[in-house]
């Protein structure tokens, strides 16, 4: 939903309005969003105007952008006096700041800085109209001049080779330039040691892998259908299907012009399929650079979270090049040129392995990102605050630390063929949404209740679902776990999972346990480090445990399930 036209404001500024304001502030800075890209780096900059009784901030929409949808929600966010693009232009400020251009920003009414929404200024676009070939948005005369005049007071850069193509394109411009590091990479740079609770937040379990699949908003990205391959549609049933489930978790940051532009149901219907295998779709504002210092390895194209995730030493593999998109003197270009791709119809497994084997951190884009890492809030403060005319508050200047994500972990509601081999109370377990060609070891279909398709189910070795253990609706573990075994007379295995590390199974003619991770007796503590596996996986561990004769005793018994690359020891206990 794109915004509105809000109305004539006149509190704190418009007509009369110092008889109705409470504070008179001494400066206005007002917030100039293109579109909800534009306006993340923006809300990375609010914190540096806290607790400045002398500022009042405004905030306005060019509505230039063709992607309006979204901005709705950041103003209801932001919760700031909203001028009209009309009343913008005619209301004197002190600061406007923009991250992007568009609309007549040239007739601001006071000093304009605009900083970068991705990293420095690296795809060619033209001024719609301006018939100029090919130049670098935001680098080049059509954008950084009016009347053939800069008028643009900060350029703001994040790395000294920004300023040498702009001397280079439009030297005018470069007395505007000002270096001020990238508060995005700050952030996220900040948040690194938190990087264990951001996979805990996403549900990434032991011994998993983050996979991180990422597209820009164009055609050529790896979302777009042009580039000459459609590679999406068949790459995501593959990625559920050739990579074990306890092994791998996915995960898609698309950018806010894809989510807000086709909509962020539409994107849902698009990847529904992708969801139920186990995808999770990450907030494209709030939670993207989470997401990001979570991730294993990147799955992307030429845009600019590629980029951040090399700077952040994660492997990247492009499944889509763009070159032709990107001004080949940035070190963006130079990345793409050389970072390793994808063959999306080659088996992927390997592909991804050997790309988290044989990676080696480069430094050079965490080298071109800024030449001041951690120092941008410092930074950018000193600009505007000069800017303004006005001494910079005391303390130290500091941006947001990146916030928890809720909780979301991944719900698997796609049928899953698994393969076991039990030895002893070892058991190997492998789970995916398909039974790969030539996978050895005996097989089991294990289907959640909210299937797709409920055929599956008559079909279902082994019945899952998740919810509380007092959940009214279901009448509890027991219960339901009986009333799965009566009405599908081929399943012989229910699980009825009540959090992340226990569940509870029936087991046709043997009775009910609970399952859960084993725990070290005298601490409470995992045996191993970090998350448990997946309940469902040690249900289906039992499950073959039980078919090679396993028989539980009163005392209970300590099974050990292999999968992703490690040992799970988990408990099995009599339930009633």
């Known amino acids: 939903m794109g915004p509105a036209e809000p109305l004539t ?3 704190p500024v418009g007509e009369g309005s110092r008889q ?3 504070r008179t502030a001494q400066r206005r800075v007002l917030l100039v969003v293109h579109n909800v890209t534009s306006a993340g780096r923006l809300l990375d900059l609010v914190p540096l105007f806290h607790d400045d009784f002398r500022v009042q901030l405004l905030v306005t929409s060019t509505g230039s952008s063709a992607f309006q949808g979204g901005i709705r929600e950041i103003f209801a966010e932001l919760q700031l006096p909203e001028l009209s693009w009309e009343q913008a232009l005619a209301t004197p400020v002190d600061l406007a700041v923009a991250a992007s251009f568009g609309g007549e920003l040239a007739h601001i009414k006071g000093h304009l ?3 970068s929404h991705g990293v420095g200024y690296t795809k060619r676009l033209g001024r719609p109209g301006a018939g100029s070939r090919e130049p670098t948005f935001g680098l080049s005369p059509e954008w950084l001049l009016s009347g053939g005049k800069p008028f643009v007071d900060g350029l703001v850069l994040s790395h000294p080779e920004q300023l040498e193509r702009l001397s280079r394109v439009c030297a005018p411009a470069v007395p505007s330039a000002v270096l001020g590091g990238d508060p995005c990479f700050d952030r996220m740079l900040a948040a690194r040691p938190y990087r264990a609770r951001f996979r805990r937040a996403l549900g990434v379990r032991r011994g998993q ?6 597209s820009t908003w164009n055609p050529e990205g790896l979302f777009g259908s042009g580039g000459g391959r459609d590679v999406l549609p068949g790459l995501l049933p593959r990625l559920a299907a050739e990579l074990p489930a306890d092994d791998y978790r996915l995960a898609a940051v698309l950018h806010p012009n894809i989510w807000y532009g086709h909509g962020p149901g539409q994107i849902r219907a698009w990847l529904d399929r992708a969801r139920r295998a186990g995808l999770t779709l990450v907030d494209p504002v709030h939670a993207w650079r989470q997401a ?6 990147v ?3 030429f845009g600019a979270v590629s980029y951040y995730a090399a700077a952040l030493g994660t492997p990247v593999l492009l499944a889509a090049e763009g070159t032709d998109v990107l001004d080949p003197e940035t070190p963006l270009a130079e990345f793409v040129r050389d970072a390793p791709r994808l063959d999306p119809l080659a088996p992927l497994r390997p592909q991804l392995e050997r790309a988290l084997g044989a990676h080696r951190p480069d430094p050079a884009p965490a080298g071109f990102v800024t030449s001041d890492p951690g120092r941008s809030a410092e930074l950018l403060r000193r600009h505007f605050y000069a800017l303004m005319g006005l001494p910079e508050p005391p303390g130290r200047a500091s941006l947001e630390p990146l916030p928890l994500p809720p909780y979301s972990p991944r719900k698997l509601t796609a049928p899953l063929h698994v393969r076991t081999r039990v030895q002893g109370t070892d058991i190997v377990v492998e ?3 398909e039974h790969p060609y030539g996978a050895g070891g005996d097989a089991h279909l294990a289907v959640h209740e909210e299937t797709r398709h409920p055929g599956d189910l008559d079909v279902a070795d082994v019945i899952t679902r998740e919810a509380e253990a007092d959940d009214p609706r279901l009448g509890g573990p027991g219960p339901w776990t009986a009333e799965v075994l009566r009405e599908h007379p081929h399943c012989s295995t229910s699980v009825y999972t009540t959090g992340p590390d226990t569940c509870f199974v029936r087991s046709r003619g043997r009775g009910l346990f609970r399952l859960s991770a084993d725990r070290d007796v005298e601490t409470g503590a995992d045996t191993d480090t970090d998350m448990d596996a997946d309940p469902a996986a040690y249900a289906s561990a039992l499950h073959a445990w039980l078919a090679y004769g396993g028989a539980v005793p009163a005392r209970g018994v300590t099974l050990r399930m292999h999968a992703a ?6 408990r099995v206990d009599t339930a009633g």
Do not use: H
Request: without cysteine; charged residues 20%.
């Open 9 to 11: 404001i006149r509190v």
């Open 20 to 22: 109705w304001t409470s």
């Open 113 to 115: 800085s605009i900083i």
């Open 209 to 214: 892998r983050l996979v991180v699949l990422n």
């Open 292 to 297: 990001l210092l979570a991730a294993d390895l």
């Open 299 to 301: 799955l992307g194209d």
């Open 431 to 433: 789970r995916s949404t």
């Open 565 to 570: 690359g490690g040992v799970r020891p988990f």
